[in-house]
């Protein structure tokens, strides 16, 4: 089961540390026709700001975030399958997103990418599903497509 830390996604996608919410990679395939990667991200109370707005009382992860979530581990396949990035994938379309759970503070989520079609070698689909292994519910899933630069 192949894996990445922190530091070794850094190093194929063109994100600073403060952008790369990701912790690690977990495992990965990327045999043609096959290929998915599983990340975990812990929501910490590194990412306060984030839950004091949205909703005091009551905290829980952004929809916006969760999707910029899958496609960091999105990007992150792209960049084992093409080669190191040198810059961002431009997303074109989100399609059939469902958001199911609450992600909350100090949640643990897999996000996992799958069914992924490179189409002309810089265009992608993919989709992204987040879990809560904790509690075993589904967070939210949905289609993404997009652009290499």
Same mark, same amino acid.
């Given at each position: 089961?192949?894996?990445?830390?922190?530091?070794?996604?850094?190093?194929?996608?063109?994100?600073?540390? &403060?952008?790369?919410?990701?912790?690690? /990679?977990?495992?990965?395939?990327?045999?043609?026709?096959?290929?998915?990667?599983?990340?975990?991200?812990?929501? =910490?109370? &590194?990412?306060?700001?984030?839950?004091?707005?949205?909703?005091?009382?009551?905290?829980?992860?952004?929809?916006?975030? #969760?999707?910029?979530?899958?496609?960091?581990?999105?990007?992150?396949?792209?960049?084992?399958?093409?080669? #190191?990035?040198? #810059?961002?994938?431009?997303?074109?379309?989100?399609?059939?997103?469902?958001?199911?759970?609450?992600?909350?503070?100090? &949640?643990?989520?897999?996000?996992? /990418? %799958?069914?992924?079609?490179?189409?002309? #070698?810089?265009?992608? %689909?993919?989709?992204?599903?987040l879990n809560n292994?904790?509690?075993?519910?589904?967070?939210? =899933?949905?289609?993404? =497509?997009?652009?290499?630069?």
């Amino acid at each position: 089961m192949p894996t990445l830390n922190r530091e070794e996604i850094l190093k194929i996608i063109p994100h600073g540390t &403060d952008a790369l919410i990701l912790d690690e /990679i977990c495992d990965y395939n990327l045999t043609p026709g096959s290929e998915f990667i599983i990340a975990k991200v812990t929501l =910490s109370t &590194d990412y306060s700001k984030i839950f004091e707005g949205h909703f005091p009382g009551f905290p829980v992860g952004p929809a916006h975030w #969760q999707i910029e979530i899958g496609c960091l581990a999105a990007t992150t396949l792209c960049a084992l399958i093409k080669g #190191q990035l040198e #810059q961002p994938i431009v997303l074109t379309e989100l399609k059939k997103f469902k958001f199911r759970n609450y992600a909350r503070p100090d &949640d643990t989520l897999l996000v996992i /990418i %799958d069914e992924v079609k490179i189409k002309k #070698q810089r265009i992608f %689909d993919c989709k992204i599903t987040l879990n809560n292994p904790t509690n075993n519910s589904l967070i939210c =899933s949905g289609y993404v =497509s997009g652009w290499l630069t």
